[in-house]
Nanobody, 126 residues
Framework: QVQLVESGGGLVQAGGSLRLSCAAS????????MAWFRQAPGKEQEFVAAINSRGDNTYYADSVKGRFTISRDNAKNTLYLQMNSLKPEDTAVYYC???????????????????WGQGTQVTVSS
C-alpha cells in the first residue's frame, strides 16, 4: 500500500521557520514529480511548490517564492519543504503529492498527482 505521510507542522510566530517532511512508502518515487499543496480554512486547495525526479528543477507559487524551498532525498524516498519568513497567510493544511507516471499535465495542477498525504497543519501567529 502506497502511503505519503507528512510531518513537521506546528504553531510558529510570524517570521519563523518550519521544515515539513513527507515520507513515502510502498513504492519508490525517485522517477516521479512530487509537490506540496495547501488549503487554508474556507479556501480552495492551492499549489505551493513542485520538484522533478532528479531534484534539479523546482517550481514555486509566487506567494512563496524566495521564502520556501522544496527538496527531495530519493535515497530516503522523502520530500521536504523548508519554510522561512512565515506569514499568517501561510496558515493552512499542507499536503504532499506524487505522480505515478509520465504526465503532460502541468506540475501546478492537482489533477497531475495520483498519491496524496493526509496533511499537516501549519499555523502562523501574528
Amino acid at each position: 500500500q502506497v502511503q505519503l505521510v507528512e510531518s513537521g507542522g506546528g504553531l510558529v510566530q510570524a517570521g519563523g521557520s518550519l521544515r515539513l517532511s513527507c515520507a513515502a512508502s510502498g513504492r519508490t518515487f525517485s522517477n516521479n514529480y512530487m509537490a506540496w499543496f495547501r488549503q487554508a480554512p474556507g479556501k480552495e486547495q492551492e499549489f505551493v511548490a513542485a520538484i522533478n525526479s532528479r531534484g534539479d528543477n523546482t517550481y514555486y507559487a509566487d506567494s512563496v517564492k524566495g521564502r520556501f524551498t522544496i527538496s527531495r532525498d530519493n535515497a530516503k524516498n522523502t520530500l521536504y519543504l523548508q519554510m522561512n519568513s512565515l506569514k499568517p497567510e501561510d496558515t493552512a493544511v499542507y499536503y504532499c503529492a506524487a505522480d505515478a507516471r509520465f504526465s503532460l499535465v502541468p506540475v501546478r495542477t492537482q489533477g497531475r498527482y495520483d498519491y496524496w498525504g493526509q496533511g499537516t497543519q501549519v499555523t502562523v501567529s501574528s
